[in-house]
């Protein structure tokens, strides 16, 4: 194998974002940024699963308009999410007349989506790609938990499920926000059991991929104004700085965590934020707009995922995890 | 937009396939073809889901074994399957220090991950991607409708999923059989409502992605030697052909189904054999012998998948479908 890294010779741009989150959400870092805030987190509609549905077509809807271009133009949606089956996905796709790449990688989909959409547009096979993913919390608790009705305490270790979606349309120019590499992750399991405790199961996953990263690319850590992870929460990040530190790589002045960052009061949320839609509202709104009036002109999103489900966790399995990441540069 | 097609320059070889198969499946046209059939469905494993695991643990180790070059000279693993949050995908990456992305299009994945990882080699940015994916008929049975233990009738328009999984190791050169193009599907949606009748659901989806193919390639059916969906069943495949036919295009002689060849005696399986290890058995098996050894030298190979889940038929939803399409032809 040559290296894990991609370089994209052609710099594929971030044309536009759009972001949509809940009021939990809102009340948080993202708030001032999101295109849309919601009041009501059903968004309108009869469950929770079409609500979610509903916020993704709305990220990947805004994407399109806030860049400028016509639906039509659009070649790829590539997107997943985190229900069974990625329902939010497949029927967020149902509404365009575009092809639709389904991906999956948890938390991590958004920065796969992103690193493949970037390769479509860098080889030439497309011009216009939208790289979409959200989560909601109260679907996520019962496919991965308990029924809400329940009231079942939470764990200090665990995190809150964003609710919310983040859509990122790609193209060849139109912006100075360029896509330079992507690492791709490899599946890492340190033997974590624990369900409640994501962040520790991901921060070495999280290592691998950015130590890999800076190798294959020859940068140290300050090459990167922000080294940016998904959703390793507050606990798990201050893992990830330790287990860098340990190979002699001091990430620790410019690593910051989207589920660390995404609620101001962390309350019920114990450890911060999580969920696909983490890092892709945190990063389409926050950290874009940081890009492009914040003095920010170079940050790694390196967004981990954990690849577990409810019955892989009740057979005994541990906890695989996966960290994709992509550069993201003002050029 | 340009093109739902993407046409390889560099024309990517697959270099070799491996399939696996259960003892019904064996017993059918595969049987003769695959690397290895099982006796026992539960391949020396504790419970259905490692089994199917292992398949595909199976078919990713031998297709980089058949094609002679080693674990660390593959550059990506791109692979899906049927269960909740792909387990199979993701534990079976777990086993090899191999990059992984996750892919997921119900029993389209195949298809879906031939043409993503035919673009990672064509653009150059990768030597050795190996696709691959599975299903096994007891995991699906229990997530999709019923425990096994209950014993429920089975409609007649019902398809038997396929317990097998199979790899595909592409690579820049060294084989005769090239992808020599990929036409990614749109979601399609006529409104079944019926999840026991895919064939149905899934054959708009088929048409839809086949007649773009032939009109951006500017191709009539007769071009290829064979015409392949996924598993559309007997059922389908007929709904399929009357489609098209409507459309003004014959398909009528040269199209098959692997879901309707793969089990020789159509008996408790209805309507044939469908699963995302449908297409990969019978692609990777029967299918490329004939590519290499039978006089078949075009194929368009048209894998379909249902993106429901339970979830959303509960919800009174219809079944969304799509259908990726690569062109496999001897050069």
Redesign the interface.
């Known amino acids: ?2 290296t ?1 890294t ?1 370089f994209f010779r052609n710099q594929p741009r971030i044309l536009s974002t759009a972001t949509i989150a809940g009021p939990k959400e809102c009340a948080g870092v993202v708030g001032k940024y999101v295109d849309k805030g919601l009041q009501d987190d059903k968004f309108g509609e ?2 929770f ?2 609500a979610e549905c509903k916020m993704l077509t709305y990220a990947i809807e805004h994407a399109i308009e806030n860049g400028g271009v016509e639906r ?5 949606l590539v997107l ?1 999410d ?6 939010s996905a ?2 967020a ?2 509404d ?11 938390c991590s989909t958004l920065a ?1 989506a992103i690193a ?1 959409g970037s ?2 547009i ?7 790609v939208v790289a979409a993913t959200g989560s909601h919390f109260s679907t996520a608790e019962r496919q991965y938990r308990y029924p809400l009705e329940l009231g079942c305490t939470r764990p200090p270790q665990s995190q809150w499920t964003v609710t919310g979606a983040g859509g990122v349309l790609l193209a060849k120019e139109g912006s100075p926000l360029a896509v330079t590499s992507a690492t ?4 890492v ?1 340190y033997g974590i059991t624990d369900v409640n405790n994501m962040g520790a199961a991901m921060a070495p996953a999280a290592r691998d991929t950015i130590l890999t990263h800076l190798k294959e690319t020859n940068r140290s850590p300050d090459y990167y104004d922000l080294i940016v992870t998904g959703d390793l929460g507050a606990l798990g990040s201050r893992i990830l700085k330790d287990l860098t530190w340990e190979k002699g790589v001091d990430i620790g002045k410019n690593h910051v965590d989207c589920g660390e960052i995404v609620y101001n009061v962390v309350e019920d949320e114990f450890q911060g934020g999580s969920g696909a839609g983490c890092s892709a509202v945190v990063f389409g709104s926050y950290l874009c707009h940081k890009l492009r009036h914040g003095g920010i002109r170079r940050m790694l999103l390196a967004a981990t995922g954990a ?6 966790a009740a ?1 005994g ?1 541990s906890i ?1 995890c ?1 960290c994709h990441a992509v550069s993201v540069e003002v050029v």
Do not use: W
Request: hydrophobic fraction near 40%.
């Open positions: 194998m040559g894990h991609v009869s469950t699963e079409k039509d133009q659009v070649d790829a997943g985190l229900l069974n089956q990625i329902i497949s029927f796709a149902r365009f007349n575009i092809p639709f790449l389904g991906v999956y990688g948890a796969e493949l390769t479509m860098d080889s030439g096979y497309m011009n216009y791709f992750g490899k599946v399991d690849l577990l489900s409810p019955i892989s057979q399995e695989p996966i």
